[in-house]
């Protein structure tokens, strides 16, 4: 029984190292091109150790069974942890070789940001940051670092952008109902076709096709050519890791930030919506509810963060580039920063109802099957909605027969209470993992230099995966109680909560599971 609970869970661990592994080992790449040969060592040595890992599991567990939704979940959960640890080797092992030569390599001189990187936890936080797609980041000065974590900064966003086990399941092509089971562990539901694996191939070719055109439309727009690789790849898969210190806001250009905008937006909006559109039915635009709430979202929100900034800023037109830039940034979760700067223009001196304001759309997210964070917007819908349907009822008869529209489904009596309550459910533990952080940081952060406001700003900024700051996360600022507490909130964030604790629960109640 243990072994039928542990094995599929093993087997496709080991295939999402494997692939891991080939990810690490393509990225020597960067190193020969920019003659950066210390790093080597370190990117081969993560490729090495983590596929000897995945290789050894996936064929221990060759013969396992086709995961079921409980086998899915906490393959999810595990899936990303493990990843995510691995995935912070080439952090530690390029920084160690850095910060202590041999006497036979040549290395740059080490800088704050090369220094944090070889505390294990900081390489954790930034693994972690990366993948999950959120961008908070121990770097100090992203523009110091070598060219080869600058990579893997953003290829750790751009991959968790779809998601790891999308990507497994890309890779191996296994069809049947166990893809379908990975595919909805990462908190999709949606496919474009009836095949799961033609659906992820599907994503990935559109992802692909955004991210050149990112690409393209940021170096036509003025970007150096490095600069516009990584952050057309951050920018799609809405993670806002940058290769210049200051975000965005160092290049003080509105052209970048308005060819950034329909960038962030586009990763915000589901895959099938893109794939209707690149069809050729621009109908699928305005049909898809999501689609319409994002856009409602998007432009009442930003009023209301405009007339929240105005105060600080010289005239109208400032605070509307200003507002909405971070609105759009906030609310797809990219996480790219252009209110930078002294006071009164950056984030950390925003008025107090700004700060607030902009919680909101990092709580919410974007759209299910976009490569957004935070609870989504089907959710939003789903609650005002139920809310809606459950005050009206008390205005019919008893024997009335009420429907809830959602979209172009119609749920019954029995329906609508169980879709509504999956959603209050959700809501609700998001919330509580929210408020755990917010007094985590209450305690050990002097009230002095962090007030509440920007606390809870930067806890939802990290559980919603969205990577604004307004100062409090940093090497030295944040100590490594929040730096966990955070971890745990990019975790949870990305994944939804549910596989985290089915996953908890397995490990300290083994016979429950069967039970």
Do not use: C
Not at 144 to 166: D, K
């Amino acid at each position: 029984m243990t072994r039928d609970y542990v094995a599929p869970v093993g087997r496709d661990l080991g295939w999402m190292l494997r692939v891991l592994s080939g990810v690490v080992f393509v990225s020597i790449l960067i190193p020969l091109v920019w003659q950066e040969y210390y790093a080597i060592p370190g990117l081969a040595i993560t490729s090495i150790v983590t596929f000897a890992l995945g290789w050894g599991l996936s064929t221990r567990f060759a013969d396992a069974d086709t995961p079921n939704k409980l086998h899915g979940l906490m393959i999810a959960a595990t899936g990303w942890f493990t990843i995510t640890i691995f995935g912070s080797l080439p952090f530690l092992t390029i920084s160690w070789i850095v910060t202590n030569p041999p006497a036979i390599m040549v290395t740059p001189p080490p800088s704050s940001s090369i220094e944090a990187l070889a505390n294990p936890l900081n390489a954790l936080f930034e693994s972690m940051s990366g993948f999950t797609g959120t961008g908070l980041t121990m770097v100090t000065n992203e523009g110091a670092l070598p060219h080869t974590l600058q990579w893997w900064r953003s290829l750790t966003e751009w991959i968790g952008g779809v998601g790891v086990i999308v990507l497994t399941t890309a890779v191996l092509a296994r069809p049947g109902s166990g893809s379908l089971t990975l595919y909805k562990s990462e908190a999709r539901s949606q496919k474009i076709h009836p095949s799961i694996v033609s659906t992820v191939r599907t994503i990935w070719w559109i992802y692909v096709f955004f991210t050149s055109l990112s690409i393209l439309l940021l170096w036509l727009a003025g970007l150096p050519l490095w600069h516009a690789i990584n952050h057309g790849m951050t920018a799609i898969s809405t993670g806002g890791f940058a290769v210049i210190n200051g975000s965005i806001g160092a290049y003080n250009d509105p052209l970048i930030e308005v060819v950034l905008l329909p960038i962030m937006i586009a990763g915000g909006i589901a895959f099938p919506v893109h794939y209707l559109v690149l069809q050729g039915d621009l109908d699928g635009l305005y049909d898809d509810l999501q689609t319409r709430w994002f856009a409602a979202v998007l432009f009442i929100g930003t009023i209301f963060l405009y007339l929240g900034v105005l105060p600080a800023y010289d005239g109208a037109a400032e605070a509307l580039r200003y507002s909405g830039f971070q609105f759009v940034s906030a609310v797809t979760a990219t996480g790219f920063q252009t209110a930078t700067g002294p006071a009164p223009r950056s984030l950390s001196a925003w008025p107090t109802v700004a700060l607030l304001i902009m919680v909101f759309p990092m709580i919410i997210g974007a759209a299910a099957g976009s490569t957004a964070g935070g609870i989504k917007i089907i959710r939003l819908a789903m609650l005002i909605k139920g809310i809606r349907f459950r005050i009206l009822s008390a205005f019919y008869p008893g024997s009335a027969v009420r429907r809830l529209q959602f979209d172009d489904r119609i749920l019954d009596k029995e329906e609508a209470p169980r879709e509504v309550g999956e959603a209050v459910i959700i809501s609700f533990l998001w919330l509580v993992f929210l408020t755990m952080s917010v007094f985590t940081l209450i305690l050990i952060l002097p009230s002095d230099a962090y007030p509440l406001e920007m606390i809870l700003f930067e806890v939802a900024s990290a559980q919603g995966n969205v990577g604004l700051s307004t100062g409090i996360t940093g090497p030295e600022s944040l100590p490594a109680t929040g730096k966990i507490a955070f971890i745990m909130n990019m975790w949870i964030g990305r994944l939804e909560i549910v596989p985290i604790l089915l996953t908890f629960r397995a490990l300290f109640s083994w016979r429950s599971i069967y039970e």
